[in-house]
């Protein structure tokens, strides 16, 4: 039997990265090594070639006590997601330049692998978006956002009016391109570059961020841990989507509510000891004192 701390392990993958593929080859050795049981998800078998022993996430998250996942932040995005209500760690090995939610690059996944066999990594704990559409008498759940929940035009459309309520009081009606509600863990994606602040991983808190915003007094607004947001599209000229984690969409209609709250699940991401937050913006964002 395995003396291993983790004798059950998921490994992931984008299947789009066939780069991926000589680092999920080392995983699996180094793994195999130590005795662990490794389940693949479907996209890591495609990139090796493998699909008859295959799992999909959710499975994996039932039977797993960890999922290392090879690729950048918008793989993490996926399995989070896909991995539905189970809180397994997550511990992301980036194969392209630092991302913000993986905890080391692909040239020192050994190294990494070696410091979470013994003990040296620690956990942040993530607040996730819950999101419904009401639609007349219907509500339509939309999948949990790690990241953000975006109103946005389509290719062709022009501006939309968003009449926004903050915990039952109306808050203000905005003429802008669309609508961004972020995490902490999202402030620094698509809401940092609509002007929206920087909010520390563990914040319990969510940012409403306007997309170009026709008012200049229209400013971001930070929710507190418990607060609900009510968006209603009051009207659009065109195509109106929904987006959740830049990668599930919906389409919007006129008189839709868009209603917003934290999730009570949360995703558990694994970095080891000694991983800074405050380095990775540094290195990120170009700021001084980063080794660029």
């Known amino acids: 039997m395995s003396s291993a701390p983790f004798t059950v ?12 593929r000589p680092h999920l080859l080392t995983a699996l050795r180094w793994l195999g090594e130590r005795g662990v049981n490794v389940l693949l998800d479907v996209e890591a078998g495609t990139v090796l070639g493998r699909t008859a022993d295959t799992l999909p996430m959710a499975q994996i998250g039932a039977r797993a006590q960890l999922v290392v996942v090879l690729g950048g932040d918008g793989t993490i995005l996926r399995v989070a997601r896909e ?36 003990g040296q990594y ?53 003429v802008c391109d669309g609508m961004i509600f972020a995490t902490a863990t999202g402030s620094t994606a698509y809401s940092l570059s609509a ?9 319990r808190a969510f940012v409403v961020t306007p997309i170009c915003a026709h008012a200049l007094s229209n400013r971001p607004i930070v929710a507190g841990r418990d607060s609900v947001v009510r968006g209603r599209v009051v009207n659009a000229a065109g195509e109106l989507l929904l987006t959740v984690d830049g990668q599930v969409q ?23 000891k000694g991983h800074s937050f405050f380095d990775v913006l540094r290195q990120k964002l170009k700021w001084s004192g980063a080794n660029v």
Request: proline share 5%; with cysteine; net charge negative.
């Open 9 to 20: 392990i998921g490994l992931a993958a984008h299947a789009g990265k066939p780069e991926c």
């Open 83 to 118: 991995l539905e209500d189970h809180s397994i760690p997550i511990f992301g090995i980036n194969t392209g330049n630092l991302g913000f939610l993986t905890g080391a690059r692909c040239d020192e996944l050994a190294q990494a692998l070696e410091m979470l066999f013994a």
């Open 122 to 174: 620690q956990i942040s704990e993530r607040q996730t978006l819950a999101t419904v559409i009401e639609r007349g008498a219907q509500e339509l759940p939309c999948p949990r956002a790690l990241n953000d929940v975006v109103i946005s035009r389509g290719a062709f459309s022009r501006i939309v009016r968003l009449e926004l309520e903050l915990d039952g009081e109306l808050l203000t009606e905005y």
């Open 195 to 203: 002007g929206g602040p920087i909010l520390l991983p563990q914040t």
């Open 250 to 272: 919906i389409r919007l209609h006129v008189g839709d509510v868009v209603v917003v709250r934290r999730a009570g699940h949360v995703v558990r991401l694994v970095t080891p």
